[in-house]
């Protein structure tokens, strides 16, 4: 099974101005699971964290990694489960926000200093009191798109969205709808070794049956690091079998090795208006592929 680490010692070596940090080992994680860094469903648990965190469902909030895209969608994707109206996230993350010569911080801020008023500066509201409305633009955030930071009092109401978060028995009845002739998809977002099962990252190697491989890497400009165009993205997932029209109701569930690289995949999804026809699996390899009695492929099949 994977080993997890938050390196909090690098957010401390610099971070962008008013950036709280997000221990994702942690922080939104029922502890209580077996396996790590389950999602934490309870609501209300999961609300006075994010509130601690200087993270209100009055305001957009801004999430991002080292650069490399992983775990900013994942941080995306817990909030998006207890509905959270506009989380975004920065694209190409904090290396390209240095590569362009952008402000950092060593301070780190108090948690109820949030980035601000990001109701006004992103809906375009005339006043932070106005109602937010659910977020219509993509969910990605441009480098240029930076507000100032504010103090504030941040208030969470959650609502779970457990459609949004697949479990092991979800899994096993998809597998069977399947045989009956279902059109849903099951995306393996892990590279192709693990995918074949030339690589293990858990007590069996191969992959869920009839799952279909789409690395998260494959989502992003090999040259830049940053998302590729939209368009470039749908095609990806078309090559791979999901009815990217819009017009349907196809079931995807999305998966990994620890249901990280996997929210990649569901943000992709979610910018193509598919976000709910998808579920992440969150115990993902390091749940079926530990547990012996599961159906495992390896190879291409």
């Given at each position: 099974?994977?080993?997890?680490?938050a390196?909090?010692?690098t957010y401390?070596?610099?971070?962008?101005?008013g950036a709280?940090?997000?221990d994702?080992?942690k922080d939104?994680?029922?502890?209580?699971?077996d396996?790590p860094?389950?999602l934490?469903t309870?609501?209300?648990?999961f609300?006075?964290?994010m509130?601690?965190?200087?993270?209100?469902?009055?305001?957009?909030?801004?999430?991002?990694?080292?650069g490399?895209?992983l775990?900013?969608p994942?941080?995306?994707?817990?909030l998006?489960?207890?509905?959270?109206?506009?989380?975004?996230?920065?694209?190409?993350?904090y290396?390209k926000?240095?590569?362009?010569?952008r402000?950092t911080?060593?301070a780190?801020?108090?948690p109820?200093?949030a980035?601000?008023?990001?109701?006004?500066w992103?809906?375009?509201?005339?006043?932070?009191?106005?109602?937010?409305?659910?977020?219509?633009?993509p969910?990605?955030l441009?480098?240029d798109a930076?507000?100032q930071s504010?103090?504030?009092?941040?208030?969470?109401?959650?609502?779970?969205?457990p459609?949004k978060?697949?479990t092991?028995?979800?899994m096993?009845k998809?597998?069977?709808?399947?045989k009956?002739?279902?059109?849903?998809v099951?995306?393996d977002a892990?590279?192709?070794?693990q995918y074949?099962?030339q690589?293990k990252r858990?007590?069996r190697?191969?992959?869920i049956?009839?799952?279909?491989?789409i690395?998260r890497k494959s989502l992003?400009?090999?040259s830049?690091?940053?998302?590729?165009?939209?368009?470039d993205?749908?095609?990806?997932?078309?090559q791979a079998?999901?009815?990217?029209?819009?017009k349907?109701?196809?079931q995807?569930?999305?998966?990994?090795n620890g249901?990280?690289?996997?929210c990649?995949?569901a943000?992709?999804?979610h910018?193509?208006g598919?976000g709910?026809q998808t579920?992440?699996?969150?115990g993902?390899w390091n749940?079926?592929?530990?547990?012996l009695?599961l159906?495992?492929v390896t190879?291409?099949?």
């Amino acid at each position: 099974m994977s080993e997890y680490i938050a390196d909090y010692d690098t957010y401390l070596e610099g971070h962008i101005p008013g950036a709280t940090f997000f221990d994702w080992t942690k922080d939104g994680v029922d502890e209580d699971q077996d396996i790590p860094v389950q999602l934490q469903t309870d609501s209300d648990t999961f609300a006075a964290e994010m509130e601690a965190k200087g993270v209100g469902t009055d305001r957009p909030v801004v999430v991002y990694d080292s650069g490399n895209g992983l775990l900013a969608p994942r941080i995306w994707w817990c909030l998006m489960y207890h509905s959270h109206p506009a989380p975004l996230v920065l694209d190409g993350g904090y290396a390209k926000w240095v590569e362009e010569g952008r402000p950092t911080d060593l301070a780190e801020p108090c948690p109820l200093t949030a980035s601000p008023d990001l109701q006004q500066w992103h809906t375009g509201c005339k006043t932070p009191q106005q109602p937010m409305p659910q977020a219509q633009e993509p969910t990605v955030l441009s480098q240029d798109a930076h507000p100032q930071s504010q103090r504030v009092c941040a208030g969470f109401e959650p609502k779970a969205q457990p459609h949004k978060r697949a479990t092991c028995s979800d899994m096993l009845k998809a597998l069977d709808a399947q045989k009956h002739g279902s059109d849903l998809v099951i995306l393996d977002a892990r590279g192709r070794e693990q995918y074949t099962g030339q690589v293990k990252r858990a007590e069996r190697g191969g992959h869920i049956p009839g799952a279909v491989n789409i690395s998260r890497k494959s989502l992003l400009d090999k040259s830049t690091g940053l998302l590729r165009p939209l368009q470039d993205q749908r095609e990806v997932f078309q090559q791979a079998g999901v009815d990217c029209s819009g017009k349907g109701s196809q079931q995807i569930y999305t998966y990994c090795n620890g249901g990280v690289a996997s929210c990649s995949l569901a943000l992709a999804l979610h910018r193509l208006g598919l976000g709910d026809q998808t579920a992440n699996y969150d115990g993902s390899w390091n749940e079926w592929g530990n547990e012996l009695q599961l159906p495992v492929v390896t190879g291409d099949a």
